[in-house]
T-cell receptor, first 113, second 112 residues
Framework: DGGITQSPKYLFRKEGQNVTLSCEQN?????MYWYRQDPGQGLRLIYY???????QKGDIAEGYSVSREKKESFPLTVTSAQKNPTAFYLC????????????FGPGTRLTVT | DAKTTQPTSMDCAEGRAANLPCNHS???????VYWYRQIHSQGPQYIIH???NNETNEMASLIITEDRKSSTLILPHATLRDTAVYYC?????????????FGRGTQLTVWP
């Protein structure tokens, strides 16, 4: 089945630790995105990548880093510099011909204590 | 980017049509209207998009007014599984064509 996978579904970390969230897609999509969602809020864009080896900051990139070494993969690292890392993280991808038609993974719920 | 305004919540009886409105009065001529929905604790799901003509697919219909300042998403026969937050989004301008701005959306509750 084609789709986007995110792992793990739930993640717990101690404050001060970096953590990397996985996102893989087998849809052959060019673009990939990371969003953050806080309770009762909409989604906010963290980073996005339109092609391999290139990515741009979204609206809330501080404290996060990404890489795009392969078309299928777009991992997100939440660093210790992120002041409020506890959130629901969503990865998405879209084809180059329809960038507004984004397909989302199931999300990773990160809790930092 | 054009801003959208949606009601915070709506409800609908199962089997009836759900009509979700959205205002986007500052939309520009080359901006599309997209609709997504998000079932609790899941990733959002793309529903439909349009530019100026009405659109229909297996999930829903999208009606865009002639002046393009508002639109309505129609779920013709709502089911309990349609209970979700529905987002109306106008696609970002400029070179970052893939950017989508998700607001708080409309919480649709379908009751039996």
């Amino acid at each position: 089945d084609g789709g986007i996978t995110q792992s793990p579904k739930y993640l717990f970390r101690k404050e001060g630790q970096n953590v990397t969230l996985s996102c893989e897609q087998n849809l052959n999509h060019d673009a990939m995105y990371w969003y953050r969602q806080d309770p009762g809020q909409g989604l906010r864009l963290i980073y996005y990548s339109q092609i391999v080896n290139d990515f741009q900051k979204g609206d809330i990139a501080e404290g996060y880093s990404v890489s795009r070494e392969k078309k299928e993969s777009f991992p997100l690292t939440v660093t210790s510099a992120q002041k409020n890392p506890t959130a629901f993280y969503l990865c998405a991808s879209s084809p180059g011909t329809q960038p507004g038609e984004q397909y989302f993974g199931p999300g990773t719920r990160l809790t930092v204590t | 980017d054009a801003k959208t305004t949606q009601p915070t919540s709506m409800d609908c009886a199962e089997g009836r049509a759900a009509n979700l409105p959205c205002n986007h009065s500052t939309i520009s001529g080359n901006e599309y209207v997209y609709w997504y929905r998000q079932i609790h604790s899941q990733g959002p799901q793309y529903i439909i998009h349009g530019l100026k003509n009405n659109e229909t697919n297996e999930m829903a219909s999208l009606i865009i007014t002639e002046d393009r300042k508002s639109s309505t998403l129609i779920l013709p026969h709502a089911t309990l599984r349609d209970t979700a937050v529905y987002y109306c989004i106008v696609r970002g301008r400029g070179s970052t064509l893939g950017r989508l701005y998700f607001g708080r959306g409309t919480q649709l509750t379908v009751w039996p």
